[in-house]
């Protein structure tokens, strides 16, 4: 097998990015033969490290001529897809950037597709995401798995993810090129932006007393190095035997956590203990959130506090990697224990 991928060119969309770097640097240990191309809005970045002898180049992906151009001129044999735009929750939840998000994560995807097909590319991996089922908080997700079906209502990240970009990655599949998606639970490791440095900013703000809801509700995690790796079997699979194409896979690291332990562990990490807890009715919660965004959309700041935080801080989701293990190989690397440590550490520089 490592001959076989060896021998391929890679062309990564989102390279510069959390996720697509890490692949970058998965993919170039495990087959460093390969020849990978990496594409995205920006350079090279210094907290997301990527190997010298990978090529980067300039792309926007919702620009379809620069993505035929570098199709064009790369030709590779796989493609992945990691580009696409995260929003944070209150924007997600008050459906702000849509426009913005449906733009880059379906249309973008398309572009890929399209100029992928055109070039003779054989094997398309999708980075999608959970919250193509799971960003309907309206209901519980225990032990879920691909089979579980997406919901009509959504916030504006799975619906960009699912009502289209993962749907038209899935539907491409064929004889010519085959194509699978992976779906992350919520991520964390080093060049997190999103997760631990929100859960840390709470000690700043006083808030870490505060349990919403029960605080025993349980969550999926991904160590970004574990979703990278996935990638990478992904590959291996689609150039081989071919047996995930056109298929999904939810990709955690199968150690589901109670939010309130792992928002614990985090502030632990910086030698912080709350003092004491106030246990605070999801419901009261939910109008406090709502409170705080219209402050802060009058004010033009940011809050940790949001309609979206609350109902994420109070959800229980987390699925079953069976699908991914017996198909993919795949199995967590990183443990959860080790992944808040790395996450942690890089915060703390």
Request: proline content about 5%.
């Amino acid at each position: 097998m490592a001959e076989i991928v060896g021998s391929k060119k890679v062309l990564i969309s989102g390279g510069t990015g959390f996720v697509g770097s890490a692949t970058v640097r998965a993919l170039a240990e495990k087959h460093p033969s390969c020849a990978i191309t990496v594409i995205d809005r920006s350079p090279p970045r210094p907290q997301h490290d990527i190997p010298e002898k990978v090529e980067c180049l300039q792309v926007d992906v919702t620009n379809a001529h620069e993505v035929s151009k570098a199709f064009q001129a790369v030709k590779p044999n796989v493609a992945i897809h990691t580009a696409g735009i995260v929003p944070g929750l209150a924007d997600r939840f008050a459906r702000r950037l849509e426009r913005q998000v449906w733009k880059t994560n379906v249309e973008g995807t398309r572009n890929m597709l399209d100029a992928a097909a055109e070039n003779g590319t054989e094997a398309f991996i999708y980075t999608s995401t959970c919250c193509v089922t799971t960003d309907d908080m309206r209901m519980p997700y225990p032990n879920i798995n691909e089979r579980w079906p997406t919901s009509p209502s959504s916030l504006i990240y799975g619906e960009s993810k699912v009502a289209a970009a993962e749907a038209l990655v899935l539907e491409a599949s064929c004889s010519k090129m085959a194509t699978c998606a992976l779906r992350p639970s919520v991520l964390c490791g080093p060049g997190d932006y999103q997760l631990v440095p929100a859960i840390h900013a709470c000690i700043a703000k006083y808030e870490t007393p505060f349990i919403i809801g029960n605080g025993l509700n349980l969550w999926d995690i991904t160590h970004v190095s574990n979703i990278a790796d996935a990638h990478v079997l992904a590959v291996e699979n689609l150039v081989t035997s071919r047996t995930a194409a056109g298929e999904a896979f939810f990709i955690q690291n199968n150690e589901p956590i109670a939010f309130r332990d792992f928002c614990l562990a985090i502030w632990r990490q910086f030698g912080h203990v709350p003092p004491f807890e106030i246990l605070v009715p999801e419901g009261l919660a939910y109008l406090a959130g709502f409170a705080c965004e219209m402050t802060t959309r009058l004010l033009g700041t940011t809050t940790t506090l949001s309609r979206g935080s609350v109902r994420d801080a109070c959800a229980v989701r987390y699925a079953s990697g069976d699908k991914a293990k017996a198909i993919l190989g795949y199995n967590a690397r990183i443990g959860i224990e080790e992944a808040i440590r790395q996450s942690c550490e890089v915060s703390r520089d």
